[in-house]
């Protein structure tokens, strides 16, 4: 299944986002992926963000702070994105493992210098935010209301090479 890098973006300005706001716990034991598609970031507190509302079910692209998937090293938190069809998600800097599954999962988790993080922000209030990644030249152009900005982004040739795979099992599948 070839995934989408880019769409609509929504944005989370906050630090420390953790992975029990992104999928609460008591959600984990759900037998399949699907079954978590209702509860993405279903427990984030944050001013005028509705997890059931539009923005969220037509974003493809999350846009946030730093130590983005914090907490609980849990593979749901990303299974949650995938399962909504966001798989890149952009932020100043992640937990360690929470990056790593995004990875393994054949997602994208960019990180991007916090000046470039408010350029990003700069944008969105604007207008909505339309976000294109091209993984090979790896950058990435956002537009709103016929504004357009331009990022650079580095990625390990293993990362890029997860990602362009499909995720770890695809990729150990091609080479094993």
């Not at 999962?105 to 991007?112: D, K, N, P, Q």
Request: glycine share 6%.
């Amino acid at each position: 299944m070839e995934k989408s890098f880019g769409g609509p973006a929504i944005f989370l300005d906050r630090s420390d986002i953790n992975t029990d706001e992104i999928i609460p716990a008591k959600y984990l034991t759900e037998v399949t992926k699907e079954a978590l598609t209702p509860y993405c970031l279903e427990d984030l507190k944050l001013e005028g963000f509705d997890p059931k509302g539009e923005k969220l079910k037509n974003a493809r692209v999350i846009v946030t702070r730093e130590n983005f998937g914090c907490g609980s090293s849990r593979e749901h938190a990303p299974w949650v994105f995938e399962v909504n069809d966001i798989h890149t998600v952009i932020a100043e800097s992640y937990a360690r493992i929470f990056r790593q599954n995004m990875f393994n999962g054949g997602m994208l988790a960019i990180e991007l210098p916090k000046a470039d993080i408010d350029r990003f922000f700069g944008l969105s209030a604007v207008a909505d935010v339309e976000v294109s990644v091209d993984l090979e030249a790896q950058t990435i152009s956002a537009s709103a209301a016929g504004k357009m900005e331009t990022f650079s982004f580095d990625i390990s040739q293993f990362d890029k090479a997860l990602v362009k795979a499909g995720g770890w099992v695809e990729f150990a599948d091609a080479r094993y």
